[in-house]
């Protein structure tokens, strides 16, 4: 039998520290999280393998009534213009956590990611930004990028625009915001105001690693052929797997250091997302100009 449903939803952004507070949430005795992330059932702009109500809602079949807090996290949901407005229709009580991030390191953070997921095929940061406006047109799209709006840098990472979209159908008391810059400096800190705002105990916790950080393959190839598999298993409505793949990607990864954007390149980023910053600053009543 299902015992519960989800109340509160990590929703972004991508490349701001959700899978650390996602992890670090997930610990606690009093919140229950499922081990799959990313489930995005609510967004209908994007890669979903869950399908139907009753499907979604076994992810949460384990949590119990000690569990005070159920959630789920699926970065991609800020971004999009449905997810927000279908979480509501299902729980109309819902509290929202989003990350937040200076986007001048948000977009080529965010690059490097769909790199390593195999979705770009720019390995240039440079040229994947100029790329956007053909992009946007359905041109130049990677043949495996399955999800072609992740691939618009400027759009995905405007989050002063995403957050006032927020706020505009969520009361501001059920939304808690933490700028990567704070829980860099004092991760404990972050993590009880985020449980605070659970109405959680806080359980001591000490350890804040974090998840996550940058990454490239080793061999892309097989990324490729494992990307085949993974379509092979969605078009046969396969669902479940011996987590073969999983053991193999851990071994075709390693962490990695970003080389910084050229000068001109880094200019034009700062100029596009100065309105936007703005924005986000008064949202948070914050001063972020030094992000820029």
């Not at 009580?93 to 953070?109: D, K, Q, S, T, Y």
């Not at 769909?114 to 940061?125: P, V």
Request: glycine residues 6%; contains cysteine; charged residues 25%.
């Amino acid at each position: 039998m299902i015992s519960r449903r989800p109340n509160f939803f990590i929703i972004g952004a991508p490349k701001c520290g959700t899978t650390s507070l996602a992890t670090w949430l997930s610990d606690h005795p009093n919140i229950f999280m499922p081990p799959a992330k990313e489930l995005h059932f609510f967004n209908t702009e994007d890669w979903r393998d869950v399908y139907g109500v009753d499907h979604y809602q076994s992810f949460f079949r384990d949590a119990g009534s000690g569990h005070r807090a159920v959630g789920e996290a699926s970065v991609w949901y800020l971004s999009s213009t449905q997810a927000v407005r279908h979480i509501l229709d299902y729980e109309p009580e819902a509290r929202f956590i989003v990350m937040l991030r200076n986007p001048v390191e948000m977009a080529p953070a965010l690059h490097a990611e769909m790199i390593f997921t195999g979705m770009e095929s720019e390995h240039d940061f440079g040229e994947a930004w100029s790329l956007q406006d053909d992009r946007r047109a359905g041109r130049m799209i990677p043949a495996s990028c399955l999800v072609p709006r992740r691939l618009l840098y400027g759009d995905i990472c405007s989050l002063g625009a995403q957050l006032e979209g927020l706020l505009g159908m969520v009361p501001a008391q059920r939304i808690l915001t933490i700028v990567l810059d704070d829980l860099r400096q004092d991760a404990r800190r972050e993590y009880v105001r985020a449980l605070q705002f659970l109405d959680v105990d806080d359980d001591g916790r000490s350890d804040f690693s974090i998840k996550n950080a940058s990454q490239v393959r080793r061999w892309p190839l097989l990324l490729k052929f494992a990307q085949g598999v993974v379509e092979a298993k969605r078009l046969f409505g396969i669902t479940r797997g011996l987590g073969l793949w999983h053991r193999v990607d851990t071994i075709n990864t390693k962490a990695r250091r970003r080389r910084p954007l050229r000068p001109e390149c880094l200019a034009t980023v700062k100029e596009y997302f100065a309105g936007d910053v703005s924005r986000l600053g008064r949202l948070l009543d914050r001063d972020l100009s030094h992000w820029l």
